[in-house]
Nanobody
């Protein structure tokens, strides 16, 4: 079992920055961030595999950065935010995985979510 607790997020104007952090109760090889906007499916944003490999959605490449601060903590730095980045952001973890993944089905454990709102 891995319990995930997110912090950060909030509201910002377009072009601004926000930071999300997630602390897990146990180690997981994959830790990542997903988001869901109203009326849309949950989508992968960024994933970290054992602190050595990462993967990003095309829509956030060059703007977002995921980092594994320690074995159980992952942070998402979001820069140059756009209104389309608005949504509920969820931290997710997979105890065992083979590579960073943006697929929700790979991840067994989920946090409660943190709201990110970007206004134009």
């Amino acid at each position: 079992q891995v319990q995930l607790v997110e912090s950060g997020g909030g509201s910002v104007q377009a072009g601004g920055s926000l930071r999300l952090s997630c602390v897990g109760s146990n180690y997981a090889q994959c830790m990542g961030w997903f988001r869901q906007a109203p009326g849309k499916e949950r989508e992968g944003v960024a994933s970290d595999y054992v602190g050595a490999f990462t993967e990003y959605a095309d829509s956030v490449k060059g703007r977002f950065n995921i980092s594994r601060d320690n074995a159980n903590t992952v942070t998402l730095q979001m820069n140059s935010l756009k209104p389309e980045d608005t949504g509920m952001y969820y931290c997710a973890a997979a105890v065992i995985c083979s590579w960073p993944s943006l697929s929700p089905s790979v991840h067994n454990f989920w946090g409660q979510g943190a709201q990110v709102t970007v206004s134009s």
